[in-house]
Nanobody, 116 residues
Framework: QVQLVESGGGLVQPGGSLRLSCAAS????????MTWYRQAPGTERELVAH????????NYADSVKGRFTISRDNAKNTVYLQMNSLKPEDTAVYYC?????????WGQGTQVTVSS
């Protein structure tokens, strides 16, 4: 069955960096687009970054463009989110998602807290 497991979250000071990982299994990862979402308390879930399967083209939310980088390693069935120049407003639970045969799957999420 489809499984997505996020890791790499934690507490970081403003201006710091974190790299999130999402290990995928149960589907053909190399042919599947992957997406990172986040949700802060009291807010709606928002799309952060997206990476396509063919050519690994990427899209980013305006709020993270230039600071975050999404990438994938098909040999490891893993998608990454490199987060630099972190701001307090980046604090949220971060989820990776895959659409497999028109069904959306999410991992359990990993907490990112940006605070002094």
């Amino acid at each position: 069955q489809v499984q997505l497991v996020e890791s790499g979250g934690g507490l970081v000071q403003p201006g710091g960096s974190l790299r999130l990982s999402c290990a995928a299994s149960g589907f053909t990862f190399s042919r599947t687009a992957m997406t990172w979402y986040r949700q802060a308390p009291g807010t709606e879930r928002e799309l952060v970054a997206h990476i396509f399967s063919v050519g690994s083209a990427t899209n980013y939310a305006d709020s993270v463009k230039g600071r975050f980088t999404i990438s994938r390693d098909n040999a490891k069935n893993t998608v990454y989110l490199q987060m630099n120049s972190l701001k307090p407003e980046d604090t949220a639970v971060y989820y990776c998602s895959a659409n497999v045969f028109r069904i959306a799957y999410w991992g359990q999420g990993t907490q990112v807290t940006v605070s002094s």
